[in-house]
T-cell receptor, first 115, second 111 residues
């Protein structure tokens, strides 16, 4: 069990550029979550996949954000036309059970800085 | 959604027990009580969860009030590595529920 990995760990981009983050979940986990965390706040839910299907999206996920999970394995989160307000830590988590018994395992996050 | 209330911060000395409280007065019968913690510069880490009965694992103990309107995470002997933000979260029984994090309790541990 190598845990959840995320790439890159840090990304600095200029306003208006597109960025893409990758998350590799724990291999046997069929559920994958994306969260965003700004300084001093707890993580906020963005979107959720069960296998390759994107089942839930938060209102935080504007039209500039898109997430995919082809073949139900790794996932990507793309932000188009980045804005300074997108600067945050983007966290990925995976789990196998779902529901009240769910234990989500988080990756180290990708810290995005938009200049 | 049911909400949780936690103190903003707590302090402890190394090797002493720590009791982290959480109030969830609007909890429903199908809400599980989960605790996660986040060490500096890391993603959150699952600690423990329970429904009605007290729970123990290698990391901590969870004491749940009889009316389930409050719970306490107990670290039996705090170490410097336990300094983190601790989040109390209510997780519904339905599959695929996202975690709703508050601001949590920042625990400081002194040697």
């Amino acid at each position: 069990d190598t845990g959840v990995s995320q790439d890159p760990r840090h990304k600095i981009t200029k306003r208006g550029q597109n960025v893409t983050f990758r998350c590799d979940p724990i291999s046997e986990h069929n559920r994958l979550y994306w969260y965003r965390q700004t300084l001093g706040q707890g993580p906020e839910f963005l979107t959720y996949f069960q296998n390759e299907a994107q089942l839930e999206k938060s209102r935080l996920l504007s039209d500039r954000f898109s997430a995919e999970r082809p073949k139900g394995s790794f996932s990507t989160l793309e932000i188009q036309r980045t804005e300074q307000g997108d600067s945050a830590m983007y966290l990925c988590a995976s789990s196998s059970r779902g529901g009240g018994l769910d234990e989500q395992y988080f990756g180290p996050g990708t810290r995005l800085t938009v200049t | 959604d049911a909400k949780t209330t936690q103190p903003n911060s707590m302090e402890s000395n190394e090797e002493e027990p720590v009791h982290l409280p959480c109030n969830h007065s609007t909890i429903s019968g199908t809400d599980y009580i989960h605790w996660y913690r986040q060490l500096p510069s890391q993603g959150p880490e699952y600690v423990i969860h329970g429904l009605t009965s007290n729970v123990n694992n290698r990391m901590a103990s969870l004491a749940i009030a009889e009316d389930r309107k409050s719970s306490t995470l107990i670290l039996h002997r705090a170490t410097l590595r336990d300094a983190a933000v601790y989040y109390c979260i209510l997780n519904k029984w339905q599959a695929g529920t996202a975690l709703i994090f508050g601001k949590g309790t920042t625990l400081s541990v002194s040697s």
